[in-house]
């Protein structure tokens, strides 16, 4: 089973994480830019975090043989902070960076006015840098979130299959199905999905366009549930073509259009990973 996480956070991840999930297939990962749990106060600690998401985390990836790309945004939830809103004029720096394949995540958090205008700002940007856009649909009030983000997109210009609407469930599923977008779902332990309800979506509304990720992160989630949700559909029926489409050869398809995704040579990266530093620091500690 060949996994790509289209959506995980291992900026919070141990180095144990990676070894782990190469051990269970995971080939590749896209690392989209959030909050990282308190608030930042300037945009300088964006561009540090930025740069690790475009420098460090793809060396400590490497190391295992997974592949690592980024997106990059200011979160809807920093979207209302004054501190952080000049974030929008650094990113054209990291939009034109080679490990970038999309812009994210956008969306909304509490839906409040500065939502809405870093939501569109950002679109645009995805439209200038001919990139997808990665949405994050809120935690509260869901539905209404989803119908919101939905109408942001169609006035945007940017075309709907250059959109993921994340974090989606078995309520907000119907609201995108027919819209062009893409659907995400994330897999958690206790809340978003788990395995056997992704198997009962995937049964009634089919494995195109479905994007499948863990969304770990700092808070209590597990790198191993895409292999997990894989596993449930084999249970379930599904075939190993249906399997590779949903956790391998959409996400391909959909980071894809960035024309920037690079899954060369996978193989035998996995089998004979780098050895080396990055800026002088390697993920080895102690010594012989």
């Known amino acids: 089973m060949r996994i790509f996480d289209p959506h995980i956070h291992m900026t919070s991840r141990t180095t144990d994480d990676y070894e782990r999930m190469a051990a269970a297939g995971v080939r590749a990962v896209v690392e989209p830019a959030f909050w990282l749990g308190q608030p930042r ?19 400590r990836a490497g190391q295992f043989g997974i592949r690592h790309h980024a ?9 209302n902070d004054p501190r952080c809103r000049p974030v929008l004029d650094l ?12 812009v994210g995540e956008i969306g909304y958090d509490s839906m409040t ?26 935690h509260r009030d869901k539905a209404r979130g989803v119908e919101r983000s939905l109408a942001v997109v169609a006035e ?27 659907l995400g779902f994330s897999i958690y332990p206790d809340t978003k999905m788990s395995p056997p309800r992704m198997v009962e979506l995937l049964r009634a509304y089919g494995t195109e366009g479905v994007l499948v990720n863990s969304a770990a992160d700092w808070g ?19 075939t190993d073509d249906d399997v590779d489409r949903v956790l391998w050869r959409n996400p391909v398809e959909f980071y894809g259009q960035s024309g920037r995704l690079d899954l060369t040579d996978l193989e035998h990266a996995a089998a004979d990973p780098p050895i080396g530093t990055w800026a002088g620091n390697s993920i080895l500690r102690g010594g012989s």
């Open 113 to 138: 006015p500065e939502e809405d205008e870093a939501f569109a700002a950002q679109l645009a940007l995805a439209v200038a840098h001919d990139l997808p856009a990665l949405v994050h649909t809120p």
């Open 91 to 102: 990113l054209p720096r990291y939009l034109d960076k080679d490990a970038v394949v999309a």
């Open 71 to 79: 997106t990059v945004a200011l979160n809807p939830k920093e979207a």
């Open 156 to 182: 945007s210009g940017v075309a709907p299959g250059r959109v993921v609407l994340d974090h989606l469930n078995e309520v907000t599923v119907g609201l995108v199905r027919d819209t062009g977008c893409w």
């Open 41 to 59: 106060t300037s945009p300088a600690s964006f561009a540090d975090y930025f740069d690790s998401l475009v420098g460090w985390e793809p060396f």
């Open 220 to 238: 209590r989630s597990d790198p191993l549930l895409t292999r997990a949700t894989g596993e449930a559909m084999l249970l379930a029926g599904f």
